[in-house]
């Protein structure tokens, strides 16, 4: 018993493994995503270094009073 499940998540896994990998090769690499990984790519490069205003930061929105 233990053969035939270890064959049959063997095979599987790889065929599921492949089919993500397939996945995210292709969203990676569709032309619509380019102007969206290349504003992420530059966004540390970015001349904007001022810090955020009080009451705008992310860790204030998510305190519970």
């Known amino acids: ?3 035939i499940l270890s064959t ?3 095979t599987w896994g790889l ?3 492949v089919g993500l990998f ?5 969203y990676a690499l569709w032309p619509r995503n ?7 790519a530059s966004a540390p490069l ?3 270094d001022a810090p955020a205003p ?4 992310e860790d204030e929105t998510h305190v519970r009073a």
Request: charged letters at 15%; zero cysteines.
């Open 15 to 17: 065929l599921v493994f």
């Open 54 to 57: 009080a009451g705008e930061t």
């Open 1 to 3: 018993m233990y053969a």
């Open 34 to 40: 380019q102007a969206r990984f290349d504003a992420a």
């Open 8 to 10: 049959f998540a063997q």
């Open 22 to 26: 397939g996945a995210a090769l292709v």
């Open 46 to 48: 970015s001349e904007n």
